[in-house]
């Protein structure tokens, strides 16, 4: 395999973590080629901060932010460019088209040109927007035709999908083995704050993501011997609010490798997941790999369905998106039980021998199936 595109609808692998990682693996293998095609949505995003080797780049949409109405309609442009880029793609190409909004328009001319076709599916695109009725209907339709005619359906997560495929292919969000390798050194190196409990808040920091709750929790345990970790873009005024507090030490926008490094020295990462959106309530976040494999628990918010397992194995806290007020007195009484938290770290690292590596996962995946 010499060539290999990825069709993604951002600016940079960089900036998406399960792209970085599979890019990443790509390199190792000693793929000559990597190239991205994407949407450059704000100026000077699209280059590339987080590898060591070229990622080709070819931006054929660029604009529009993250969020609001003009962004649902910018996708549709971007469909019907990638219908028209995508009889330009050669036979001996494999592609990586991350979401529906890449899969679908490549479809027909994978099979009359030829080439490789994986749809990745880690967001599903007919539960991120608000569609009219009629046209979720025939998003659905065509969601599932394209995983029935793609060489392989990649998921997540297999609640998300109301139908079958022989085409799926379930890639769990685990963190790759070279990157944790890298973390540890990394852990070692820096210099971090100290607390009896120290509570990790990474990824995009923005509204959807419990910053609310996130701020009023670090609140509320001021004073407490509890410290915070925080990493990634302050997209909203709660987690620039947050990356202010005397307790919390933000790190910035880091590579994957120092994100996982504070893994190490923390106790738990936050994941909480606005369940006013259905998609929320069936995350699949890398975070939950990540503690898993650096051995920590998780704070997750009950509504989230698909953390179910880290509650059956003991590793994670739970409570409504809204209870701040039970999820800070519970965090309060582990002060004076830490063997409790012990409890919780070693019951992560008994699950994490149930997971393989990212890596382990993409051998299968591309070089075995």
């Not at 901060?49 to 971007?78: P, R």
């Not at 769990?172 to 190196?189: R, T």
């Not at 004076?336 to 699950?351: A, F, P, T, Y």
Request: hydrophobic share 40%.
């Amino acid at each position: 395999m010499d060539n290999f595109t990825f069709i993604a609808p951002l600016s940079a692998l960089s900036r998406r973590t399960r792209l970085y990682k599979v890019a990443l693996y790509l390199h190792g293998k000693g793929v000559k080629s990597i190239k991205h095609i994407g949407w450059e949505r704000l100026p000077e995003e699209a280059k590339e901060f987080a590898f060591d080797f070229e990622i080709q780049k070819e931006i054929i949409q660029s604009g529009g932010g993250y969020g609001g109405s003009k962004v649902k309609k910018m996708y549709f442009l971007w469909m019907l460019r990638l219908f028209f880029k995508s009889f330009g793609i050669k036979k001996n190409e494999v592609v990586w088209a991350l979401g529906f909004e890449s899969a679908f328009p490549l479809l027909l001319a994978s099979k009359i040109k030829g080439f490789k076709l994986y749809f990745d599916d880690a967001d599903r695109f007919s539960m991120l927007f608000n569609f009219p009725k009629p046209v979720k209907v025939i998003m659905q339709l065509c969601e599932k035709i394209t995983s029935r005619n793609a060489y392989k359906h990649i998921i997540p997560v297999r609640e998300r999908y109301d139908f079958s495929s022989s085409k799926f292919y379930i890639l769990m969000n685990m963190p790759s083995e070279s990157e944790i390798i890298k973390a540890k050194e990394l852990a070692i190196a820096n210099k971090w704050i100290k607390a009896s409990i120290v509570i990790n808040i990474n990824g995009w920091l923005g509204a959807g993501r419990g910053m609310k709750t996130a701020l009023e929790l670090c609140k509320s345990l001021e004073g407490k011997d509890v410290a915070f970790i925080l990493a990634g873009k302050l997209d909203c005024p709660e987690a620039k609010e947050l990356a202010e507090k005397k307790n919390v030490q933000y790190i910035g926008e880091v590579s994957n490798a120092e994100a996982l490094s504070s893994y190490i020295v923390s106790d738990f990462v936050f994941t909480y997941y606005d369940p006013s959106s259905v998609i929320n309530t069936l995350a699949a976040s890398n975070k939950w790999g990540d503690a898993i494999k650096t051995g920590i628990g998780v704070i997750v918010n009950k509504e989230v369905i698909t953390a179910n397992y880290l509650a059956d194995a003991n590793v994670s806290i739970s409570f409504p998106y809204d209870n701040v007020k039970d999820l800070s007195s519970d965090i309060s009484e582990y002060i004076s039980n830490l063997s409790r938290i012990e409890l919780i770290k070693e019951n992560s690292r008994n699950i994490s021998n149930e997971f393989g590596y990212f890596e382990d996962q993409l051998e299968k995946l591309i070089y075995e199936s």
